[in-house]
Structures are given as structure tokens and as C-alpha cells.
């Protein structure tokens, strides 16, 4: 398949593989990314693997900022909503913790992932397209601690993420040790290249996630294709996601709302005293005007972004789910409203569509 004719976007190093292998390539966030491979109803086939069995995407595209000197931990303390000082490190790994990026009134800039690599070094991975303001932020504010350093290293690594209930067992099998646990990272050699194995994904499956060199990004991918790693773009990515009623930027988080209203609450710990805590310890006290909240429609139909609520909201994400076979989303619904097993009604494209809502995460998997 042709590749689109814009020259501006950016490619990651593994552009090749998916145009051999028939990408449908999209503009994201100005990167040429692979959407499916194949014809449309590959997503669905793409998701169940991962459901299934193991799939392989590219996430190349988001950003990488690494944190390293003695005062990395008091820069991220002050950055990140979490407590990084409970990040432990030792044994042959570090931890891998989850946080908001937020501004002095609690609004988020980003959601990021942070890996402790050793005493004093960090690497925060960013969504594609805040990278380049979340690297700003970091800078900024950095100025005030003489003895942190911090490295833009978003040209240094390409990531995958290979994911599913037999994920681990194929990226073990060319690891040259036993692979970091869930919510870890640790430095392994897959296939004999240096890699930072990192135990988190995006997609409610197990799974890892894996920080190499550019140049070795085609040798991993590959192997772990011929183990029976099923490639995978975007689009079944944010199905699966969307499943198990994680975030994405730009639909459920933004500068507009806080953590709070997110259903974040839980990765913010205001008694650090991190950039907006006092907004969002505010928000916690009185309790949020508005919810997150998941649903599933029923009957026909398939709400999108920016459908409303009947009522009052807005919904923030919508697929037909693969798994479920159903219309789901989810939506920023007022606070008395987001009850599970309220109804609700969705004026998709001038159609009221009745919905309920539901407990997340949407798809469980079988006991």
C-alpha cells in the first residue's frame, strides 16, 4: 500500500516493516502511523489477538524524557501527582508508577508513565503530541535544582508494546533472563540487543513494553513476529483500551478538567505538594461537578467524541467493542448521573441512542 504523500509527518524506525507487512498508515499526532494492516475488518482480528494470544504494536511515537542527578527524585516530586519516593529500585529492577502532569489549577497537561532505572535516573515516557510541551515544562522547571539534568531522548529510543495472555512467554524466549515483574523495568538482552523491559501496557492484558535502541527496533520486531506476535496499530490499540476504560489524551484528559473529574484520584497525592495539588485536594474535598463515567449502549448505534449527553456531558470516547459486541464509551456526565445502571440518552448525529452506565472497566476477563 502507497504511503501517504505528506513528507512533513515523522516516521518511526520501523516505517518499513509496516509498509511490507500493508499498513494503513494515518497522520498521528504528525507521525505516519499504522492504523490496521490490511483491510478495515483486520482491527477486529488484530484485537482479538491481543484478547487472545499476543500482539505487537509500534508506539515509537511517544516521547521519552530521562531525569538523572541527585535532585531528580525532589524535580519529580514536584512534577508528578504520584509519590515517586515509593518507586523502590534494587534486586535488578525499579519500579513503574503512574501520574498526572498537572498545572497550578489542577488541569492536565499530560498522564505519563514513570520508570525508575537506578538511584538518581528516571525515565518518564509522554503521550506524541504533549512531548514536545511536557519536555518545556520539565526545563522550566528544572532551572530551580542545580544538580538535576534533563535529557530529551525521544530520538534515542523506539518502543514496543507487545501485549496478551502470551505475551511474556514469547518475549522470554529470546530474553537472556527472567523478564521484570508487572509495574517493574529492568535493563535485559532480547535477541541480544540492549533493551529496557518495562512490565505495563495499555491494553488490560499482560504484556510489556519494550525501550530499545533505533537500530535494533526492526531486529526485535521481527523476531518476536516469527514467535507468533501478531502486528497491531492503532486502532485495535485504542479499542482495547477503551475495553478496560483507560485514558487517552485529549478525549478524557485535557487542560479543562482536573484528576479528579477523571476518576484519577487514586494517582495523586496532594501531601507532596506537587504543581496543583491544592486544586485538586480542593476538588477532592467538595467533591467534582462532573464524572467519568463508562457506558454501554443499548441497541444499535455507536456514539463518538464530542456526542452529547442528553441532560448535561459529553462523550469523551466511542467504539463498537470487538469483545463485547456492542456500542461503548465513556462520557463526563454530572456528578448525580454517574451512578452505574443510571440510563442515560446520546444524541448521536441527531439519533437519540439510550445507554446505561456501567462499572468500569467494561470487559473483564473469564474467571
Known sequence: MAAPSSRALRRTPLFDAHLAAGAKLVDFAG??????????????HEHMAVRSGCGIFDVSHMGEIETSGPQALELLQLLLSNDVAKMPIGGGAGGAQYSVLCR????????????RLDIDRYMTITNASNHERDLEWFNRHARAFPDVDVADRIEDYAMLAVQGPLAREIVQAISDSPLPARMTAATRRLAGAEVIVC??????????????ATDDASLLWDALVRRGATPAGLGARDTLRLEVCFHLYGNELSTDRGPIEAGLGWCCREDT????????RAVRAAGPAEKLIAFVVEGPGIARQGNAVIGGGEVTSGTLSPSLGTGIGMAYV????AAPGTRLELDVRGKM????????????KAA
Open 199 to 212: 512490565g505495563t501496557g495499555y491494553t488490560g492484558e499482560e504484556g510489556v513494553e519494550l525501550l530499545c
Open 273 to 280: 505538594g506537587f504543581i496543583g495539588s491544592d486544586a485538586v
Open 31 to 44: 507521525w505516519e502511523m499504522p492504523v490496521f494492516y490490511g483491510g478495515p475488518s483486520a482491527l477486529r
Open 353 to 364: 441512542r439510550p445507554a446505561v452506565v456501567k462499572d468500569k472497566p467494561l470487559y473483564r
Open 334 to 337: 454530572p456528578a448525580a448521573q
Open 104 to 115: 497550578e489549577d489542577g488541569g492536565v497537561l499530560d498522564d505519563l508513565f514513570t520508570y
